[in-house]
């Protein structure tokens, strides 16, 4: 199936360390999401994106829709131990017939204390 | 309510058995969907329901796998004649249709491991 491509495919930082991560594709999507996989469980969203050129945050998150439409970034300030885990970026056209996610294959974050 | 919940969490069975696996979506949700993630991947789409019907099925499901959702509430993912290849993590979510994508929810997952 269909993935878009993100990178980097795995870090590994110190705990107060800023991380980036970004996502391309190949497609035009309306609508951006970010979510956070911990292991054995379901993605859970973080950021949620509408808009060609938006910057949204969510606490030490920060997120932003390409002008493109074609790519995103997420960056995490100050990082923690509790962030590790496998962070997706999804892109989807809402509203429309289908709304299926079309999904990265991940960036796993290991945050060293 | 307290989200997508999906049932069982973990199952393990022999190759060529069937498997089924459920899911309860949130109770006001008329779109269901079923993802497949194997190791190291993000997760793949199946196919999906706006209430019970099924309105697309992604290349990535076989004659073997079938999904139903007969009262447009709970579904059912049933694999016939499983493969090594089958073992993955199955995953449920669901939303409303048109509305806010902060509102697809995902479950937690089934873990099927072919043996």
């Known amino acids: 199936g269909q993935q878009l491509n993100q990178s980097p495919q795995s870090m590994f930082i110190q705990e107060g360390e800023d991380v980036s991560m970004n996502c391309t594709s190949s497609?035009?999507?309306?609508?951006w999401l970010w979510y956070k996989q911990d292991p054995g469980e379901g993605p859970v969203l973080l950021i949620a994106?509408?808009?060609?050129?938006e910057l949204t945050s969510n606490g030490r998150l920060t997120a932003q829709f390409g002008i493109t439409r074609k790519d995103s970034f997420l960056n995490i300030s100050a990082s923690i131990p509790s962030d590790v885990g496998i962070y997706f970026c999804?892109?989807?056209?809402?509203?429309?017939?289908?709304?299926?996610?079309?999904f990265g294959k991940g960036t796993k974050l290991s945050v060293k204390p | 309510d307290t989200g997508v919940s999906q049932d069982p969490r973990h199952k393990i069975t022999k190759r060529g058995q069937n498997v089924t696996f459920r899911c309860d979506p949130i109770s006001e949700h008329n779109r269901l969907y079923w993802y497949r993630q194997t190791l190291g991947q993000g997760p793949e789409f199946l196919t999906y329901f706006q209430n019970e019907a099924q309105l697309e099925k992604s290349r990535l499901l076989s004659d073997r796998f079938s999904a139903e959702r007969p009262k447009g509430s709970f579904s059912t993912l049933e694999i016939q004649r499983t493969e090594q290849g089958d073992s993955a993590m199955y995953l449920c979510?669901?939303?409303?249709?048109?509305?806010?994508?902060?509102?697809?929810?995902f479950g937690s997952g089934t873990r099927l491991t072919v043996v």
């Open positions: 497609s035009i999507f309306n609508t």
């Open positions: 994106l509408y808009k060609a050129g």
């Open positions: 999804a892109g989807v056209n809402y509203g429309g017939s289908q709304g299926n996610l079309i």
């Open positions: 979510a669901s939303s409303l249709t048109g509305g806010n994508p902060r509102g697809y929810t």
